[in-house]
């Protein structure tokens, strides 16, 4: 997806395409389920003592960030009056202005006077609020995805604050410089032209990122590093068996995840047409690859296929095909979704060897798959694709973009991380991290258990602990 909210000039009121805009309506509802299924996710493959504190990072996020979103992230992202190529003029729609009432001088309306966008010049007309919708949802899950890396050990107010600042210097610039005519997108100013030259105002070779490969994926999994990094290791780390304490908490999420991200991909397209359909299917047949990928690995390294691996090989096929659903044939998917899946599952077990506490393996899925994902498109796109005959071109252009939006989003997470650990400090003491961090933070308990003595309060779990398929390598660690 490479929006411009350019108005295509019309003869006449243009007409609002009723299937597009329901079909998006549909889309956006999907990709905001996203986000408390990813709390399901991360909900259980935390400790039982700390579910409640990952599930309320995700809804923290969802708060935050809708709101900002309305304020000043629609304007920055795509909102006109582009700043350098890095990002739009915050105050140019603040608030909506001109998207919502009274349209904006030289905006395009309907005959009703109703602010409609063709994102893609296509004469498919939808309501530019419902444009602002979708696109929010992307932002929320973002940003949603980064809380994994720090779980069980981090102030929930630290959290929410460091979510208004990393939306604003991160999220919404790269989203700009990638899907609004910014530096990473195909515009006669961006990266790709300054490289492969321009022809009518747009590069002649086109960055492919179809749903957000580096806007969402490779922007929270380096987010993610660089905030285990900062935050530091868990009490016990590479001591203590850490596996999850629900499975099938988190084989659900991985399901609404799997369900939700039809709308994160083929609603990328703002249509239902031949190009969604594909896209639905490439989705499809890259994640059922990537579980085979990830258990397979699994198995020879192991001897057992767990289902932890199997949702995490779910995660992993997701987040490989969304930069380039639009852009391969189901075989190629097949082929991009069964490595994202192995490469993932060698990658989570990466965190043991250096010793950084990426607590729900961001790293090693989302930036993991991202990268490749991203790469892999210029390898495998049917048209451009080195495989394909299409050249070297197209693979430098998006190795390019996933270095370029890989170290701004890791240099500027880096400056806000620090910056709120000199202030208000990110972690909980160590007794309530020892405790649970879901009675120190929220005053709660995940689970309350009937037993012979009366209630029991259950906010703990020795026993219980990260992931199983690590057990080896977590006593390796604490031989060491």
Not at 187 to 203: I, K, P, Q, Y
Request: proline share 3%.
């Amino acid at each position: 997806m490479s929006p411009t909210l350019i108005p295509l000039a019309a003869a006449e009121p243009p007409v609002v395409d009723a299937s597009a805009t329901a079909f998006v309506l549909i889309c956006a509802s999907l990709v905001l389920l996203m986000t408390p299924g990813l709390a399901l996710f991360y909900g259980g493959m935390t400790r039982a003592k700390s579910v409640l504190n990952m599930m309320m990072m995700s809804f923290g996020a969802m708060g935050v960030v809708g709101v900002i979103y309305v304020l000043w992230g629609y304007s920055m992202s795509f909102g006109g009056g582009d700043i350098a190529g890095l990002f739009g003029n915050p105050f140019e729609k603040f608030g909506l202005r001109g998207v919502v009432g009274e349209a904006a001088s030289g905006a395009t309306v309907d005959a009703s006077g109703l602010p409609v966008v063709d994102i893609f010049g296509a004469d498919v007309w939808i309501p530019e609020i419902l444009f602002v919708g979708f696109q929010l949802t992307f932002a929320i899950i973002t940003v949603a995805l980064i809380s994994g890396a720090i779980a069980d050990r981090a102030k929930f107010s630290t959290w929410l604050l460091f979510t208004a600042m990393w939306v604003t210097v991160v999220y919404f610039p790269v989203a700009h410089m990638v899907w609004g005519g910014g530096l990473l997108s195909g515009a006669e100013n961006g990266l790709s032209a300054m490289m492969f030259g321009a022809t009518d105002g747009a590069a002649n070779v086109l960055p492919i990122d179809f749903a957000g490969g580096t806007v969402v994926h490779i922007n929270a999994g380096i987010a993610g590093l660089v905030l285990a990094l900062i935050v530091g290791k868990r009490l016990g780390f590479g001591k203590t068996a850490m596996r999850p304490h629900n499975v099938p908490l988190v084989m659900l999420g991985a399901g609404l995840l799997w369900f939700g991200w039809f709308g994160f991909n083929a609603g990328s397209e703002l249509a239902a047409d031949g190009l969604s359909s594909l896209v639905w299917v490439n989705t499809t047949v890259a994640t059922c690859a990537a579980i085979l990928g990830w258990l397979l690995v699994e198995k020879l390294r192991d001897g057992h296929a767990t289902s932890v691996g199997a949702a995490s090989g779910v995660v992993a096929g997701l987040v490989a095909i969304t930069p380039a659903c639009g852009a391969l044939s189901p075989v190629g998917s097949i082929i991009l979704g069964a490595v994202a899946g192995a490469l993932a599952a060698l990658a989570v077990g990466l965190k043991f060897r250096f010793g950084y506490d990426d607590s729900l393996d961001v790293v090693g899925v989302h930036l993991t798959a991202g990268l490749w994902g991203t790469v892999g498109a210029g390898l495998l796109a049917t048209e451009g694709g080195l495989f394909y005959g299409g050249g070297v071109q197209q693979t430098v252009v998006q190795v390019v973009i996933a270095l370029a939006s890989l170290v701004f989003s890791g240099v500027l997470t880096a400056v806000i991380a620090l910056a709120l650990k000199a202030t208000i400090g990110w972690r909980i003491t160590e007794d309530d991290e020892v405790s649970g961090i879901d009675q120190a933070e929220h005053a709660e308990s995940g689970y309350d258990l009937v037993s012979r003595g009366g209630r029991l309060g259950v906010t703990s779990s020795p026993a219980l602990g990260h992931d199983a398929r690590h057990h080896e390598e977590i006593t390796e660690g604490a031989k060491a």
